[in-house]
């Protein structure tokens, strides 16, 4: 059943607290070049892969040590996809806010902000939910 590779998901819970506070300061400052760099971290997670997204290196680097082995894993499909959502709006508020079209850019990182303080605040991933709904629903799996 498994798409990816299986991760601890408390990188990615650690990654989405890290995302809140980034977003949230770039709402707060509108200063668009830590968009951009939030926006590169989504697209290594995205489009590289989990284990060599910044937030991924520095929770395995300074914090997994201090925890104990995970008790469960998760698969890494969705994560990703999430990834790849946060990317998109990531973008968009970036280059809104770098033209000077800043409702864009605050709307674009709101919705990023939102979907990161879910999984950080209450371990939901919105992006992950999405990808499994799409999942469910594709003509692909229709057929199988």
Same mark, same amino acid.
């Given at each position: 059943?498994?798409?990816?590779?299986?991760? *601890?998901?408390?990188?990615? @819970? /650690? %990654?989405?607290? $890290?995302?809140? +506070?980034?977003?949230? &300061?770039?709402?707060?400052?509108?200063?668009?070049?830590?968009?951009?760099?939030?926006?590169?971290?989504?697209?290594?997670?995205?489009?590289?892969?989990?284990?060599?997204?910044?937030?991924?290196?520095?929770?395995?680097?300074?914090?997994?040590?201090?925890?104990?082995?995970?008790?469960?894993?998760? *698969?890494?499909?969705?994560? @990703? /996809? %999430?990834?790849? $959502?946060?990317? +998109?709006?990531?973008? &968009?508020?970036?280059?809104?806010?770098?033209?000077?079209?800043?409702?864009?850019?605050?709307?674009?990182?709101?919705?990023?902000?939102?979907?990161?303080?879910?999984?950080?605040?209450?371990?939901?991933?919105?992006?992950?939910?999405?990808?499994?709904?799409?999942?469910r629903f594709s003509p692909a799996r229709a057929s199988s």
């Amino acid at each position: 059943m498994s798409a990816g590779p299986a991760v *601890d998901p408390r990188g990615p @819970r /650690f %990654a989405a607290i $890290v995302t809140t +506070v980034v977003l949230a &300061v770039v709402l707060v400052t509108q200063w668009w070049p830590l968009l951009a760099l939030q926006t590169v971290v989504f697209a290594i997670g995205a489009f590289v892969g989990l284990k060599p997204a910044p937030y991924s290196v520095l929770y395995r680097l300074a914090i997994a040590p201090r925890l104990g082995p995970p008790t469960e894993r998760e *698969d890494a499909a969705p994560l @990703r /996809f %999430a990834q790849a $959502v946060g990317f +998109v709006f990531a973008l &968009v508020g970036t280059i809104g806010f770098a033209t000077g079209v800043t409702p864009l850019g605050v709307v674009a990182t709101a919705f990023a902000l939102f979907a990161a303080f879910l999984n950080a605040a209450f371990n939901y991933c919105l992006g992950c939910q999405m990808y499994l709904l799409i999942k469910r629903f594709s003509p692909a799996r229709a057929s199988s």
